[in-house]
């Protein structure tokens, strides 16, 4: 997840929770450094550019891992974007020494 990316992130988010985070917490979470990683799934062949489909938040914690945040485009659930944000996320995860997940 990138800065470019917060307007396309904050229309799902707020599609997605009663509770939205604000752009304000996606933002201070891509400055925090190793400790906290963003990812996002674009989705090729579905527009130029390619629209954002979901994204997956979280922390890595000594060796824990914690997903803090995941939200899918409600146009595109039900596809496995989430499942293949969570594989990548606890792969890079693992990648970094964790070792169970929350
Ligand atoms: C939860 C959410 C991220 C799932 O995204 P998704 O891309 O549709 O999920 P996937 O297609 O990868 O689904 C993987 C599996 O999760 C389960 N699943 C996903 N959505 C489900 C639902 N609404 N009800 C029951 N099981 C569900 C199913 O087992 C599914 O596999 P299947 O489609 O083969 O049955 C999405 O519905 C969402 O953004 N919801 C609102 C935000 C939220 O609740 N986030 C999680 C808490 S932070």
């Not at 799902?12 to 009663?18: C, G, K, P, Q, T």
């Not at 994204?55 to 039900?78: F, G, K, M, Q, S």
């Amino acid at each position: 997840m990138r800065r470019e990316d917060l307007a396309e992130v904050m229309a799902i988010e707020v599609a997605s929770f009663a509770l939205p985070w604000t752009e304000e917490m996606f933002a201070n979470e891509l400055v925090r450094g190793t400790l906290s990683e963003l990812l996002v799934a674009r989705l090729a062949g579905a527009g130029d550019p390619p629209p954002l489909g979901g994204y997956i938040c979280v922390w890595v914690v000594t060796d824990e891992l914690h997903i803090n945040n995941l939200a899918v485009n409600p146009r595109w659930r039900r596809r496995g974007i989430a499942a293949a944000l969570l594989e990548c996320a606890l792969t890079r995860g693992r990648d970094s020494g964790a070792r169970a997940a929350y």
